[in-house]
């Protein structure tokens, strides 16, 4: 593709029409979830069936051992299993056993699968079973892939969720109607909601994934879910599949998504509206107000998105609709329909949109674009700072409180940081 | 298979990229699904280097597997040649490539690119990022110095070298090359090419016409240098100048292979190195025989164990390092300074040799800088794997003399200072000098939920108030009482040499007097 065709295709693509590319991805693999999941399921230990290289990309991308012992870890293949030598399964069950003796706090041991243990075809979801006739139902053990061949970033929280769903208990048919808000998130953020679903007289809550494995809620016909977290399309497929149903809205960022989705909640348990004015009033006004702090630095500016964590349709809607920025590009790692078009209805249909990724080319997009702002993973965040653009690391938009109203702020605030910021210096690139 | 949580060393092709991020007009393509650019993080934002590191990802999924991963890689290939214009091209296969098989190199040289294609064939599953580096800068200096003659030299020219081995994310070698190049100006010695940090692939085709080779990082250089000693009968430097001892040497063989007088490096050394004399001066009494717990690259660590015990007075308690295929040099070295080597990359088995040891200063990588902060020992880094820390703004070498003055303080700010460790010491009970009180200058740095285990609780000390029975042996109050004012660090040793001595002396009851007199039975 010559020059001329990159800029007509940017500026043609659109929510209807995204521009596909399939090039050199610069994003995570999904085994990066961990870095959060392991801190949010705090009985839980992720062990990692891999190579040295997914051991490498764990350290690296949790900063250089933040955590003198985390709750996750690599089983290394070595050349003597592959040749044959040893037995990979035996090694594998050596390898938990060792584990599970060090651990004793670990209530469940969950087998993440790699490129290199997917394309040798080790079967891990035989070997959860065959472990769990060993360790359960003390120690429960359950597996999902988190490879970079599937699955980008939070794509590996969306495989762990849909093996917690397939664990799920059914839920008795007498239950009353409950709530599940899918998607994890800081567990500050969880408790505003849950007071706010108490308030509003919604009183059978649970959240997946729970903080304890021990506390997986039930499901069944009469359960209604709603995501918290765009990027969890195979986990949507699942719930349905155990008859859950579905309620639509954009994601809770920003005081009008979050207003939007405990709305979306708020109707189907059939909440009066002047309760829910009531109860959400002084939130939103909360929100209101800590947002215009934020409106001077973000108003007009163009922001360019490089695709991360699926989480991009919903920040550009939020970064358009509430702080006035206007979108050159949102790229997206993989544009989930359905879970995406409450955003794309909030958007205009000039925003350019580009799922996959061809980075040199969108990267030229992008200079050629000469955006205000350019949303960013960590491998190209430096490289643009030395250009002299400006630049926020989209890592911190799955590492930071940002749902709900209390945090609508903070999120602006994510963006204008980096704005700010350069009109403080007086020093330069 | 190895249950891992942290690691040392990164795979193969981590070290073959650090090669490649090195050097000018080279580009490395490499056959890898989404994920393994996480890679380029390390220099973006570790080195905070500013500009993505040459490497180009091939970005395979599951879906082309068994169809079109090979037409990837070469699409892949040639677009990259087209877009970046190398003077040559690096190509592999991360771990999970290594086992679809497609031959990158074989696929590459079908692509008539019109420049140099470098195959690597590193094993994923086998060896790891050092080694990764090493063959991949030997492949590069044996595919383009290979069959060249040295230019011949007018008589009397100055004689020249090469400095093989400082490379990206290297252990402060952004620095330590301003070092050793101050040297060899002193000597009247040129740099004919130093590489690979800032050589092109060109630059690698003059390496022959170098009179003799510096071998700055054997971890990276040592293969390179041992084929240019056979191809081209250059002779190799392989005193790494850490330290003042090691820095004297490495003038001396310098200018011995140059044909020059050591002594021309005298005025830079009188004007430039200060650690003598600070290691001479009263205030550094106090070092004398404090317990150093070193590890790291074989380099650095045999390096260190050197300058902590000839230079600073130290005493090496414990010596290990990740560089297996180094060990023997670490194994040496331990010998020499009468400890049991430590050759592993198990970071847990290093921890509890650190725990054993009881050392009062550790000097190690990032992970030993956690444990002992867990620990709270005062610690110092001195080798990879690193982090953002280890790229200080202002010029901070280790090698030649202003390398030491940086390890002198480095090594000595740390430690609690003379006079205070005195207070400490005869105030012990004083609120502020408790056990869990940190020392006032690392307040900074310690405090927090990371030291939040203190290292009693890793004694086999139990409660107090109530006599401690362990075997035949029990403590009296009082001395157990008197045992805690002995500093934290000493204690547990302190412990078991007075239960040692009690139970030689056939003792029941250990009192005061039996802690005293196991202390001067012990005395130093």
């Known amino acids: 593709m010559s020059a001329p065709d990159l800029k007509s295709a940017a500026c043609g693509s659109s929510p209807a029409a995204p521009l596909r590319e399939r090039g050199q991805h610069e994003v995570f693999c999904g085994l990066t979830s961990i870095i959060w999941l392991h801190r949010k399921m705090q009985d839980a230990f992720f062990l990692i069936v891999g190579s040295r290289t997914c051991a490498h990309l764990m350290q690296s991308a949790a900063g250089v051992m933040i955590f003198a012992e985390p709750r996750f870890g690599t089983a290394i293949i070595e050349e003597r299993d592959l040749a044959g030598m040893a037995d990979m399964n035996d090694e594998l069950d050596s390898v938990v056993d060792r584990l599970l003796a060090r651990r004793p706090d670990i209530k469940m041991l969950v087998l993440v699968g790699s490129c290199p243990s997917e394309v040798i075809k080790l079967d891990l979801d035989r070997a959860a079973q065959r472990l769990n006739k060993v360790h359960a139902p003390d120690r429960r053990v359950l597996s999902y892939s988190g490879s970079g061949i599937e699955t980008t970033f939070t794509q590996g929280e969306d495989n762990f969720l849909t093996a917690l769903v397939r664990d799920m208990p059914v839920k008795s048919e007498t239950a009353p109607a409950s709530l599940l808000v899918v998607g994890a998130m800081a567990d500050v953020v969880e408790d505003q909601f849950e007071r706010i679903f108490r308030s509003l007289g919604i009183e059978n809550v649970a959240f997946l994934p729970a903080r304890r494995s021990t506390e997986l809620a039930s499901i069944g016909p009469d359960t209604r879910y709603i995501l918290a977290q765009p990027y969890l399309g195979t986990t949507v497929t699942e719930l349905e599949r155990r008859g859950a149903q579905r309620i639509e809205a954009p994601m809770p960022l920003g005081e009008e998504g979050t207003t939007l989705w405990l709305r979306a909640v708020a109707d189907t348990f059939g909440v009066p509206a002047e309760k829910f004015d009531a109860i959400t ?48 590009e949102v790229g997206t790692p993989f544009l989930h329909r359905r879970i995406t078009q409450p955003e794309f209805d909030l958007l205009p249909d000039s925003v350019g949109v580009s799922e996959g990724q061809d980075v040199d080319k969108q990267i030229e997009r992008c200079r050629a674009a000469n955006p205000d702002l350019i949303v960013c993973g960590m491998g190209l965040g430096n490289p643009f700072e030395a250009e002299g653009r400006a630049t926020k690391w989209s890592i911190e938009l799955v590492f930071s409180p940002i749902h709900g109203y209390e945090q609508a702020g903070d999120l602006a605030e994510l963006f204008a940081r980096p704005l700010s910021r350069r009109a403080v210096l007086e020093v330069a690139v | ?318 010596l290990g390092t990740y560089s297996r295929e180094f060990a ?129 609780e890793v004694e086999e000390a139990p409660a107090e108030e109530k006599p401690v029975v362990e075997g035949e042996l029990s403590w009296a109050n009082d001395a157990e009482k008197e045992l805690k004012k002995i500093p934290f660090f000493v204690r547990g040793k302190a412990r078991r040499n007075t239960e040692a001595f009690a139970a030689q002396q056939g003792l029941a009851l250990i009192t005061v007097e039996t802690l005293y007199d196991a202390k001067a039975h012990f005395a130093r």
């Open chain 1, 281 to 328: 009033g002084p939130g939103r006004e909360r929100a209101r107000k800590a947002l215009t702090h934020y409106r001077e630095h973000l108003e007009g500016r163009r922001i360019f998105l490089f695709p991360d964590s699926q989480l991009e349709p919903a920040i550009a809607r939020f970064l358009h609709r509430e702080t006035g920025a206007e979108i050159v």
């Open chain 2, 1 to 318: 298979m190895q249950l891992t949580i942290w690691t040392y060393e990164g795979p193969p092709h981590v070290g073959a990229m650090r090669i490649a991020a090195s050097m000018k007009d080279l580009h490395y393509v490499l056959h890898a699904p989404q994920g393994d650019t996480y890679a380029d993080l390390l220099f973006t934002m570790i080195e905070r280097r500013k500009s993505r590191p040459p490497v180009t990802y091939s970005t395979f999924q599951a879906r082309d597997l068994g169809s079109d991963t090979a037409e990837i890689f070469k699409r892949t290939c040639r677009d990259a040649v087209e877009r970046f214009k190398p003077q040559a091209v690096l190509v592999g296969a991360s771990c999970t490539a290594e086992l679809i098989q497609d031959d990158p190199g074989g696929l590459a040289k079908t692509l008539e690119l019109g420049i140099p294609v470098i195959p690597l064939e590193l094993p994923s599953y086998q060896k790891k990022e050092n080694w990764g580096a090493a063959e991949t800068f030997y492949q590069l200096v044996r595919g383009f110095a290979g069959g060249r003659t040295p230019e011949p030299k007018e008589e009397g020219a100055p004689k020249s070298c090469n400095i093989l081995g400082p490379t990206s994310l290297g252990f402060r070698n952004r620095d330590d090359i301003v070092e050793v190049k101050k040297l060899l100006a002193a000597l009247g010695v040129e740099v004919n090419v130093c590489a690979p940090l800032g050589a092109s692939p060109a630059d690698l085709t003059r390496l022959p016409n170098a009179d003799f080779n510096i071998v700055l990082y054997p971890e990276i250089a040592d293969t390179a240098a041992r084929w240019l000693e056979r191809e081209f009968k250059q002779p190799s430097v392989r005193t790494v100048p850490i330290g003042i001892g090691a820095t004297q040497e490495f003038i001396r063989e310098v200018a011995d292979l140059a044909g020059v007088d050591p002594a021309l490096a005298l005025p830079l050394e009188a004007e430039e190195e200060r650690f003598s004399w600070y290691s001479r001066s009263i205030d550094s009494n106090y070092l004398t025989g404090k317990r150093v717990f070193i590890y790291g690259d074989a380099t650095h660590a045999v390096a260190a164990a050197r300058v902590a015990e000839k230079e600073l007075g130290f005493k090496v308690c414990g």
């Open chain 2, 328 to 456: 023997r040099d670490v194994r040496a070295a331990a010998k020499e300074y009468g400890v049991e080597p430590l050759i592993t990359d198990d970071h847990l088995e290093i921890e509890d040799a650190i725990i054993a040891a009881q050392p009062e200063l550790v000097l190690g990588t990032q992970m030993e800088r956690h444990v002992a902060k867990r620990l709270r020992i005062p610690c110092a880094v001195i080798s990879s794997p690193i982090h953002v820390q280890d790229f200080p703004a202002r010029y901070s070498p280790q090698m030649g003399f202003e390398g030491a003055n940086v390890l002198f303080d480095s090594w000595v700010h740390p430690l609690t200072m003379g006079l205070e460790e005195h207070l400490l010491t005869m105030f012990r009970d004083d609120f502020e000098f408790r056990d869990d009180a940190q020392a006032s200058h690392l307040a900074a740095i310690g405090g927090g939920a990371e030291s939040a285990a203190p290292m009693e």
